[in-house]
């Protein structure tokens, strides 16, 4: 890969990568860390392992394996994002802070696969590259996550209510 379409690259994925390690995580040093990482995985491999027009899935990938990996070495409860206090003082801020708390009740696969489905507008074929998992058993686990977040969403006074 040379100089341009590496800088091409980065600009494209470097923000929503690390977007997606912050949000899945918990942790925004821990992520940047791990999207840190992923790149020297990239630079590292050989052209010819990665086909063309493939990086984006790649470092995706590469990211959601770093963050299994962390988890495993680490075995506990991720702490909540921080928010500033002016924006948890407005509504929005607060209902943000809400959903940072309840997007940690999540499984980390859950938060995986909403985070790339739901923000980052992947297909579930882009997701299951990302994930090793697949394509089939995306629609089903994304079904269940989206119904355990509207659960946690109507448990949390958010949404309609149960009748």
């Given at each position: 890969?040379d100089?341009?379409?590496?800088?091409?690259?980065?600009?494209?994925?470097a923000?929503?990568?690390?977007?997606?390690?912050?949000?899945?995580?918990?942790?925004?040093a821990r992520?940047e860390?791990?999207?840190?990482?992923a790149w020297?995985?990239?630079?590292?491999?050989?052209?010819?392992?990665?086909a063309p027009?493939?990086?984006?899935?790649?470092?995706?990938?590469v990211?959601?394996?770093?963050?299994?990996?962390?988890w495993?070495r680490?075995?506990?409860?991720?702490?909540?994002?921080?928010?500033?206090?002016?924006?948890?003082?407005?509504?929005?801020?607060?209902?943000?802070?809400d959903?940072?708390?309840?997007?940690l009740?999540?499984?980390?696969r859950?938060?995986?696969?909403?985070?790339l489905a739901?923000?980052?507008?992947?297909?579930?074929?882009?997701?299951?590259t990302?994930?090793?998992?697949?394509?089939?058993?995306i629609?089903v686990?994304?079904s269940?996550?989206?119904?355990?977040?509207?659960?946690l969403?109507?448990?949390g006074?958010?949404?309609?209510e149960?009748?």
């Amino acid at each position: 890969m040379d100089e341009r379409a590496f800088q091409t690259l980065y600009n494209e994925t470097a923000a929503p990568l690390q977007r997606y390690a912050a949000r899945v995580l918990g942790d925004a040093a821990r992520a940047e860390d791990i999207v840190q990482e992923a790149w020297l995985r990239l630079l590292r491999q050989p052209p010819a392992l990665v086909a063309p027009g493939a990086e984006r899935a790649y470092l995706f990938r590469v990211v959601s394996n770093l963050m299994i990996d962390h988890w495993r070495r680490h075995r506990r409860e991720v702490t909540t994002a921080t928010v500033p206090e002016r924006a948890a003082a407005s509504r929005d801020g607060a209902l943000r802070l809400d959903m940072g708390n309840l997007f940690l009740k999540l499984t980390p696969r859950e938060r995986q696969l909403l985070w790339l489905a739901d923000v980052e507008e992947s297909t579930h074929r882009e997701i299951a590259t990302a994930l090793g998992l697949g394509e089939g058993s995306i629609r089903v686990l994304l079904s269940r996550a989206r119904r355990k977040l509207a659960g946690l969403l109507r448990a949390g006074g958010h949404g309609e209510e149960t009748r």
